[in-house]
T-cell receptor
């Protein structure tokens, strides 16, 4: 059973470009979370999604950031017109939800975005 | 507003010593309290977790102590080893399956 897969692992963008980060949850998991981690800092919640639904996006900046989790395919975190302050590691986590399992979050290895 | 407060920010322990990391929360609706371990360049991985109806859980050298009335929980690492050097995050799950993380503790175990 493959774990949470994130790609790309490393992404370099120039200011003003778009960044797309992808996350394939573990098999059977229908809940996806995105977190941002800055150097020497903790995990900052961004957004919580289920298939085709955004459950909680209270941690997502109102502008330039969006997330989706379509019926088919991976979850995507999209950052438009990137700025240097967007440079961070972005982690995706999945869980089977309350209905199944222990509620454990399984994290991917992260996508490290560098904005030049 | 930080839902889960974690301390200390960093910790240095001699090999064989006990590492203790503390977390506190306010929301009594939290129903699951996991600890995650993260090595540099890697994603966090679940280390040990506890539910609020239990006061202590032990797995090998790792123990969670949970004080429901004080709304505090802590991670104890017995016989700390250099390989335990990592960043540790406490977390709490709220209603709606939302997870709140502490700010992390960087643990260094000196040989």
């Amino acid at each position: 059973n493959a774990g949470v897969m994130q790609n790309p692992r490393h992404l370099v963008r120039r200011r003003g470009q778009e960044a797309r980060l992808r996350c394939s949850p573990m098999k059977g998991h229908s809940h996806v979370y995105w977190y941002r981690q800055l150097p020497e800092e903790g995990l900052k919640f961004m957004v919580y999604l289920q298939k085709e639904n955004i459950i909680d996006e209270s941690g997502m900046p109102k502008e330039r950031f969006s997330a989706e989790f379509p019926k088919e395919g991976p979850s995507i975190l999209r950052i438009q017109q990137v700025v240097r302050g967007d440079s961070a590691a972005y982690f995706c986590a999945s869980s089977p939800g309350l209905a199944g399992g222990t509620g454990e979050l399984f994290f991917g290895e992260g996508s490290r975005l560098t904005v030049l | 507003q930080q839902q889960v407060k974690q301390s200390p920010q960093s910790l240095i322990v001699q090999k064989g010593g006990i590492s203790i990391i503390n977390c506190a929360y306010e929301n009594t609706a939290f129903d699951y309290f996991p600890w995650y371990q993260q090595f540099p360049g890697k994603g966090p991985a679940l280390l040990i977790a506890i539910r609020p109806d239990v006061s202590e859980k032990k797995e090998g050298r790792f123990t969670i102590s949970f004080n429901k009335s004080a709304k505090q929980f802590s991670l104890h690492i017995m016989d700390s080893q250099p390989g335990d050097s990592a960043t540790y995050f406490c977390a709490a799950r709220g209603t709606g399956n939302q997870f709140y993380f502490g700010t992390g503790t960087s643990l260094t175990v000196i040989p």
